[in-house]
């Protein structure tokens, strides 16, 4: 799914002719993977792993099971 999805986005991105109509509507979207893409030139054989806590607290001893 990266794969295709980064190379839709690159594709995408090289028809507009200004980056500020690009729409974000996935992870994939964000300059971090993108350019990581291009540096390590990413294929369809290599495997990542997205990892983000963002606004995420986990501790072992919560009562709750519920994410607000």
Do not use: N, P
């Not at 999805?5 to 690159?10: A, L, P, S």
């Not at 690009?22 to 993108?34: K, N, P, Q, S, T």
């Amino acid at each position: 799914y990266r794969d295709q999805k980064t190379r839709e986005i690159f594709d995408a991105l090289a028809e507009l002719e200004d980056d500020l109509d690009a729409v974000y509507d996935d992870i994939f979207c964000g300059d971090d993977i993108l350019k990581l893409t291009e540096t390590l030139h990413l294929t369809s054989d290599d495997t990542t792993v997205i990892f983000s806590l963002d606004g995420a607290q986990l501790y072992q001893s919560k009562k709750s099971d519920t994410w607000i």
